[in-house]
């Protein structure tokens, strides 16, 4: 059986759900989107090896940091 290729943007929209602070269960975006709950948590790993922390400033003396995807 061939894979499905989802396109760049669907996938760009689906890691930013995925991604912390707010990152949605991924069950229930497998249900919206039909998309495999397997592939969902594959994508979901990625992109949790992929956010590099960065401190860009100190807010009250506690360090702010961001996250980058890609």
């Given amino acids: 059986m ?3 290729v989802y396109s760049k943007k669907l996938k760009k929209s689906i890691f ?3 991604a912390p602070p707010n ?3 991924v069950p229930d975006i497998a249900r919206e989107t ?3 709950v397997n592939t ?3 994508w979901r790993s990625k992109v949790l090896k ?3 922390p960065a401190i860009k400033k100190q807010v009250n003396g506690l ?3 961001s996250f980058r995807l890609f």
């Fill in 2 to 4: 061939p894979r499905k």
């Fill in 16 to 18: 930013k759900r995925l």
């Fill in 23 to 25: 990152a949605e269960k």
């Fill in 34 to 36: 039909n998309i495999p």
């Fill in 40 to 42: 969902l948590y594959t």
């Fill in 50 to 52: 992929s956010i590099q």
């Fill in 63 to 65: 360090p702010v940091i």
